[in-house]
């Protein structure tokens, strides 16, 4: 067992997302609206859409590689996969799925579901294992395919959202601590503002004895109070994280928000003062992938040379719960 206050670095990230492009043209056949509609509400123009016969754990596995690739490790030296989802193959979890098909054999497997939070949340957990010396080797895997569960005739929610993975390799590194501060917050009273609930269906099984079986009800969403809750807390808890890692917004090269929508990018970036040419959007082209949202947009910044090793990153995901959360880390 390693000390603790062991820090971490970051140094692998990776991306996946399906062939299927449906752009807002296409859609505005099948719902009534318009590519201004959505474009102008949301920054939204394309999404990403998962084939039947492509899996949560095909696109999770192809980003989980390029992160590995990157990092310069291998599978087999992985000690922790943490897979941010909501919408896994299996109701009891995907992560060891995705284990076996990288043949990380030594590696702890789990499942993490705190919905469009969930890879910041995966984040903070990986670094309690790395911190306290249990684990050296972590992947991190925020990965959705919301698909499956919009429905598709109502323009306020199908509009929104896409399909994808995105990955890091979080390791143990002995030089610096790479995720300088965090911060998470829940509030369980604002859950009906954005749910994928359960309908269940009494089934009487003996006289005297029911159950409920079901399935899942299509996405629901609150548009109007998810828009101000969110650039309510986000700001506040990305100030708080700030506070933690003891610098200011002005030391910040990089703000990398949850791509819910561009309204919302603006608007956080416009009370905690951030340039434009600090925010990090590519939600136009991939529309809201959830918890695969943040890594996607990180790996595709980080591949094209736009954050450089050593940039200060604010993070911060958001969604149905409510959960939210910050985190400032430094890349490589």
Known sequence: ???????????????????????????????????????????????????????????????????IAMSGIAAADLDLIIL?????????????TIQASLGARKAVAFDLTAACSGFLFGMVTAAQFIR??????VLLIGADILSRWVDWTDRRTCVLFGDGAGA???????????????????????????????????TELLE????AQGTYHPITMNGQEVYRFAVKRVPEVIEKALFRAAIGVDDLDW???????????????????????????????YGNTSAASIPIALDEAVRDGT????????????????????AIFQWG
């Open 1 to 67: 067992m390693k000390e603790l206050g062991v820090g971490i670095a970051i140094t692998g990230s990776g991306s996946a997302t399906p062939a299927v492009c449906l752009d807002n043209d296409r859609l505005s056949e099948m719902v009534e609206t318009s590519d201004e509609w959505i474009a102008s509400r949301t920054g939204i123009r394309n999404r990403r859409l998962a084939a039947p016969d492509c899996s949560l754990t095909e696109l999770a596995d192809r980003a989980a590689r390029e992160a």
């Open 84 to 96: 941010a989802t909501s919408t896994a193959d299996d109701l009891f979890g995907s992560a060891s």
């Open 132 to 137: 306290t010396g249990a684990y050296k080797n």
């Open 168 to 202: 890091v390799v979080m390791q143990a590194c002995d030089r610096a601590d790479r995720l300088l501060g965090f911060e998470l917050c829940s509030d369980g009273t604002q859950n009906k503002c954005l749910q994928l609930p359960y309908q269940p269906q009494s």
């Open 208 to 211: 005297g004895v029911a159950i």
């Open 255 to 285: 703000l990398l928000l949850h791509q819910a929508n561009q309204r919302i990018l603006d608007a956080v970036a416009h009370r905690l003062k951030i340039p434009d040419r600090k925010v990090i959007s590519n939600l136009a082209d």
């Open 307 to 326: 954050i450089k090793p050593g940039d200060t990153i604010a993070a911060s995901g958001f969604g149905a719960g409510l959960t939210w959360g910050a």
